[in-house]
């Protein structure tokens, strides 16, 4: 029994090993339309930690986002680094966004984004340019779901393809 004991623990020491050391760069981001509103509605999500690695590699801060020791600094770095990675554009021509808010979900750093004032008949494109942590990790995929009207389309984004657009 103990040698059965220790042959498992060392067929499963390399498999455990793997997986604690292995990490997936993702981040996932829906854009959607509201009527109500005339806007592109825009929910971003990242993981905490890769944000604050990004900042402190960045800007050479020692951030805190996230916790309660959060700062205005923390807060101004952070909207500064989104918004040089992020970017939409409609029919082509790069549009300003509002940062809505931000929440925390255990690990997760969520963003709400809005394009106001759209005018959704003009518009023949909608294009998401989503760098976020792809300067830091070079694995990093920003996943991007489009979601207006009866559209649907889906794009993983790389450092090498920044940049998924719906046509309308």
């Known amino acids: ?4 004991k220790k042959g498992l623990f060392l067929f499963l020491l390399p498999l455990l090993a793997f997986t604690v050391a292995h990490k997936f760069y993702i981040s996932v981001t829906n854009v959607g339309y509201s009527e109500k509103d005339d806007a592109l509605q825009i929910i971003t999500r990242v993981f905490l930690d890769d944000m604050v690695a990004v900042l402190n590699e960045r800007y050479g801060i ?4 996230g916790t309660e020791e959060e700062s205005e600094m923390d807060r101004e770095y952070f909207e500064k680094y989104l918004r040089s990675k992020f970017s939409v554009e409609i029919n082509g021509e790069v549009v300003d966004y509002n940062l809505l808010g931000k929440k925390y979900d255990t690990d997760m750093l969520i963003c709400y984004l809005e394009v106001p004032k759209i005018n959704l008949p003009q518009v023949s494109s909608i294009a998401v340019v989503n760098e ?8 990093q995929q920003n996943v991007v779901h489009f979601k207006i009207k009866d559209k649907k389309k889906s794009f993983v984004l790389l450092k090498s393809d920044i940049k998924g657009m719906l046509n309308l």
Not at 1 to 4: Q, R
């Open 132 to 139: 976020v942590l792809t300067d830091m990790f070079d694995e």
């Open 1 to 4: 029994m103990k040698h059965l």
């Open 62 to 65: 020692d951030s805190k986002l």
